[in-house]
């Protein structure tokens, strides 16, 4: 069966900081990665994904993934974080070509002015 | 483009009452998923549907959810009776063939 770990319930990071949310997956085969944000009382918006080829994935509002397939880990990464950063963080994986997907338990991210 | 609509935003219902929650995806897309979010936690599947079929409905409690999407576009998802412990977001979200999610802005239900 396919699972998400998403580590950290909370993160906080000095706004300007680079930033990390982490997650960590386990499939059978091919994974399709996928990182959501949630901002309060809105509905998850897709910010990146990786489905094959370059290991670092740009995404949404500056955001970056990189894939590591020896640690099974799908990183999420900004550069330098801004108060408005501040949300709800889902990591989500689906196995190669079955539709199921599997979310993770989310990582709130506290961006500190 | 408009995005995943649903409706209403927030119910507020009694124990034993019936709800039915409606979702119009992003035109075009095949895939409609429901979940069910609580609080601090990942959103869960209860029904997924490729067209006008449910190919996923195993999370579903069939005795009290049903879900319907006759003509393979707008869903409704309903819960008849509803329990105290179905207060959650119920959230609708549709896609193109197998990529990624787009979801609406939820229904907050409440069950007193």
């Known amino acids: 069966a396919q699972s998400v770990a998403q580590p950290e319930d909370q993160v906080n990071v000095a706004e300007g900081n680079p930033l990390t949310v982490k997650c960590t997956y386990s499939v059978s085969g091919n994974p399709y990665l996928f990182w959501y944000v949630q901002y309060p009382n809105r509905g998850l918006q897709f910010l990146l994904k990786?489905?094959?080829?370059?290991?670092l994935v740009k995404g949404s509002y500056g955001f970056e993934a990189e894939f590591n397939k020896s640690q099974t880990s799908f990183h999420l990464k900004k550069p330098s974080a801004l108060v408005s950063d501040s949300a709800l963080y889902f990591c989500?994986?689906?196995?190669?070509?079955?539709?199921?997907?599997?979310f993770g338990t989310g990582t709130k991210l506290q961006v500190i002015p | 483009e408009a995005g995943v609509v649903q409706s209403p935003r927030y119910k507020i219902i009694e124990k034993k009452q019936p709800v039915a929650f409606w979702c119009n995806p992003i035109s075009g897309h095949n895939t409609l998923y429901w979940y069910l979010q609580n609080l601090g936690q990942g959103p869960e599947l209860l029904i997924r549907y490729e067209n006008e079929e449910a190919v996923d409905d195993s999370q579903l409690p069939k005795d009290r959810f049903s879900a319907e999407r006759l003509k393979g576009v707008d869903s409704t998802l309903k819960i008849q009776p509803a329990e105290l412990g179905d207060s959650a977001v119920y959230l609708c979200?549709?896609?193109?063939?197998?990529?990624?999610?787009?979801f609406g802005p939820g229904t907050r239900l409440t069950v007193t």
């Open positions: 989500a994986v689906r196995e190669g070509g079955y539709q199921k997907v599997t």
């Open positions: 990786y489905i094959t080829g370059d290991n």
């Open positions: 979200a549709s896609s193109l063939d197998r990529s990624e999610q787009y």
